[in-house]
């Protein structure tokens, strides 16, 4: 069975910093790329970035370039999102994903595999 738990999320004043994990198993996880996505109250889910698999290039979207850092540990089966100087505005539930491309992940790849999301909560 396949399964990926995120775990970090928290309360966090604006400015302040959190790195969220992504713990996956049942998988080759070497093989895959994990992405990073969230979904805010009455809004769609959106991707956040994405890490691929073999070289680990990060790719972000412009809201949070310069702030989030993904990285992964294939030795641990984990990937990471750490999050700094961080608004009001990314507050949200943070799901990670597995899928073999990043480009899967974002078209919405019926063969992807999900977490349930860690929330996360910044105070202005």
């Known amino acids: 069975e396949v399964q990926l738990v995120e775990s970090g999320g928290g309360l966090v004043q604006a400015g302040g910093s959190l790195r969220l994990s992504c713990a996956v198993s049942?998988?080759?996880?070497?093989?895959?790329?994990i992405g990073w996505f969230r979904q805010a109250p009455g809004k769609e889910r959106e991707e956040v970035g994405c890490?691929?698999?073999?070289?680990?290039?990060?790719s972000y979207v412009d809201s949070v370039k310069g702030r989030f850092t993904i990285s992964r540990d294939n030795s641990k089966n984990t990937a990471y999102l750490l999050m700094n100087n961080l608004k009001p505005e990314d507050t949200a539930v943070y799901f990670c994903?597995?899928?073999?491309?990043?480009?899967?992940?974002?078209?919405?790849?019926?063969?992807?595999?999900w977490g349930q999301g860690t929330q996360v909560t910044v105070s202005s």
């Open positions: 890490i691929a698999s073999g070289n680990g290039k990060a």
């Open positions: 994903g597995a899928e073999y491309l990043c480009l899967a992940l974002r078209v919405g790849s019926e063969n992807g595999y």
């Open positions: 049942g998988l080759r996880f070497d093989d895959y790329a």
